[in-house]
């Protein structure tokens, strides 16, 4: 039951950051290090940041079973190539560690 309304929240904190990054899309390129070119890339921001993260975040809602799973499959492969981004490109800032830790409890949470 815990568990159950974890998933829930994780899925919450999804349509929250994609609500951010649609509603205030400069304020969400500080938090990501983004240097969006115009208004081409604020509406990437908007869509991709937006969009697919209220998307996924409200599906889990709708359709319940497996796409908490999927959501939780999608956290996993982003912390998976942080990390190995981390390294490669030198990026160990404390914003880009506590953005793997975050979306790897996520995504562990979303597959149990």
């Known amino acids: 039951m815990i ?3 974890l998933q829930y ?3 919450i904190i999804t349509i929250i950051a994609g609500l951010f990054a649609l509603f205030a899309p400069e304020k969400a390129v500080s938090l990501t290090g983004l ?3 115009g208004g081409r890339g604020l509406t990437e921001i908007r869509c991709v940041m937006g969009g697919l993260y209220i998307a996924l975040g409200v599906t889990p809602f709708l359709l319940g079973g497996d796409t908490f799973t ?5 956290y996993l492969a982003i912390a998976l190539v942080r990390l190995v981004s981390i390294f490669v490109d ?12 975050l979306e790897a409890v996520l ?3 979303l597959v149990l």
């Open 9 to 11: 929240l994780a899925c």
């Open 35 to 37: 240097v969006p070119k």
């Open 70 to 74: 999927m959501l939780g499959i999608g």
């Open 107 to 109: 995504g562990v949470i």
């Open 3 to 5: 568990l159950q309304y």
């Open 90 to 101: 030198k990026s160990g800032t404390q914003s880009t560690w506590m953005s793997l830790a």
